[in-house]
Structures are given as structure tokens and as C-alpha cells.
Nanobody, 123 residues
């Protein structure tokens, strides 16, 4: 089991930027995919971006393509999400996740989750 801890959330004005970080520890071998999801009250968890742990291939939701960048540092066991040109509709709790399927956008393919970090974008 891998443990994940997010950081970097906060309050930002529309058009601003934030960088989320996710520290992984524990048994990371076999987790081929890393991802970011977000969730607002009353809605299902939504895919944001994913990256292959080994190849570095990236995948994005259409709503964030061109504004968000996912990256990872294998040596440090860190996952990042650079968020630029933020919009009020990006407001959510953001979760990092690790799973055994590279490039998946399905929450069911991710077995390990962080506790979440709040991102609030004001208009």
C-alpha cells in the first residue's frame, strides 16, 4: 500500500496559479499510474490529469487541457499539478491517487488516495 499526502492548495483569484504537490511513501512498486482528481459537494469525483509512473506519458481532462500540467519526480516520489489560468469552476477538493493502470481516468483503477487539498478560485 502506498501512502499519499497532498499539499499546496489555497485561495487564489481567477487567472492565478497554484502548484499542488503529492508525496508518496510506502510500497510504490507496481503502481503504474498516478493521477489527480477533484470533487465538489454533491458531485462525483472527476478526473483531472494522469501520468504514467514509468514512461511519463500524460493525459488530461478536456476542461484543464492547456492550463494544467502534471509531472512527477521518481527519485523523490513526488507528483505535481501546476495549475495556471485558474477559473472559479476549478474550485474543488483535489486528490492525488496511485493505481495499477497507467493512463486511466477511472477512479476505480486507483487503489490509493490522499486526504485531499482544497483549491478555491474567486471571481
Amino acid at each position: 500500500q502506498v501512502q499519499l499526502v497532498e499539499s499546496g492548495g489555497g485561495l487564489v483569484q481567477a487567472g492565478g496559479s497554484l502548484r499542488l504537490s503529492c508525496a508518496a511513501s510506502g510500497r510504490t512498486f507496481g503502481n503504474y499510474g498516478l493521477g489527480w482528481f477533484r470533487q465538489t459537494p454533491g458531485k462525483e469525483r472527476e478526473f483531472v490529469a494522469a501520468i504514467s509512473w514509468y514512461s511519463g506519458g500524460t493525459y488530461y481532462a478536456d476542461s484543464v487541457k492547456g492550463r494544467f500540467t502534471i509531472s512527477r519526480d521518481n527519485a523523490k516520489k513526488m507528483l505535481y499539478l501546476q495549475m495556471n489560468n485558474l477559473k472559479p469552476e476549478d474550485t474543488a477538493v483535489y486528490y492525488c491517487a496511485a493505481g495499477t493502470v497507467a493512463g486511466s481516468a477511472r477512479p476505480a483503477d486507483f487503489g490509493s488516495w490522499g486526504q485531499g487539498t482544497q483549491v478555491t478560485v474567486s471571481s
